[in-house]
């Protein structure tokens, strides 16, 4: 059974900082490793999607990267501000279980 | 407008009602899901459909059914709800089964007294 990990779960950052968000899966057989964040009351957007065939894809200033041999993905944001206040999540899609499984998420408060 | 929609956003039932919610997508996408989400537990699978004609049981689908009126619509139901399924539920969709992008709704906040 596929399980997600999220370290931390929450974190506190002031604005302007370089952040890592971890994401860890048991079952390296995925497709992809999507990053999703979530906002207080609201729905989940999708941040970006990472094939099981390559290493890292970026938007803005957000990168991830995927060793999908170690089961672990990092999501890296640059020069954080208040607006990136919100709940990251990660997920991968297991063709056996055709569904996404998710981690609990990493709650970032970016402060002034 | 939002491309998957759930109606509704918010809603407070009783113990042993009939609850249906809704979800519609203006992708075009042949799959759709059902989740919910709990504080500490993530978000985890109840049903999900790959079409019309095909629907299949998730992770959790104990005490709910679901409907999948035609492509761009999928729902819910809570037969009789009880007060564990107190939860924020998710509708997504996605393009085909080797895991593409999944988008999802705003979510509906269920609260069974």
């Known amino acids: ?6 370290i931390p779960a929450a974190l506190s950052v002031p604005e302007g900082e370089n952040l890592v ?4 899966f048991t079952d390296s057989a995925i497709y992809n490793l999507q990053w999703f964040r979530q906002d207080p009351g609201k729905g989940l957007t999708s941040l970006l999607l990472i094939q099981s065939s390559q290493r890292e894809q970026t938007s803005g200033r957000l990168n991830a990267s995927l060793d999908k041999s170690s ?22 899609y297991t063709g056996t279980a055709s569904k996404l499984t998710f981690g609990t998420g990493t709650r970032l408060q970016v402060t002034l | 407008d939002a491309d998957v929609t759930q109606t509704p956003r918010n809603r407070i039932t009783k113990t042993g009602k009939r609850i249906m919610l809704e979800c519609s ?9 059902w989740y919910r989400q709990d504080p500490g537990l993530g978000l985890r699978l109840i049903y999900y459909s790959f079409d019309v004609k095909d629907i299949n049981k998730g992770e959790i689908s104990d005490g709910y059914s679901v ?16 007060p564990n399924q107190t939860a924020l539920y998710f509708c997504a969709t996605s393009v085909d089964s080797f895991g593409t992008e999944a988008f ?9 007294v």
Do not use: W
């Open chain 1, 1 to 6: 059974k596929q399980e997600v990990t999220q």
């Open chain 1, 21 to 24: 968000l971890n994401c860890s």
């Open chain 1, 71 to 92: 089961g672990r993905s990092t999501l890296y944001i640059a020069a954080s501000q208040p607006g990136d206040s919100a709940t990251y999540l990660c997920a991968v």
């Open chain 2, 25 to 33: 997508q203006t992708k075009g996408h042949d799959r759709m899901y």
């Open chain 2, 67 to 82: 409907s999948r009126q035609a492509q761009a619509k999928f729902s819910l139901s809570l037969e009789s709800a009880i």
């Open chain 2, 104 to 112: 999802f709704g705003q979510g509906t906040r269920l609260t069974v």
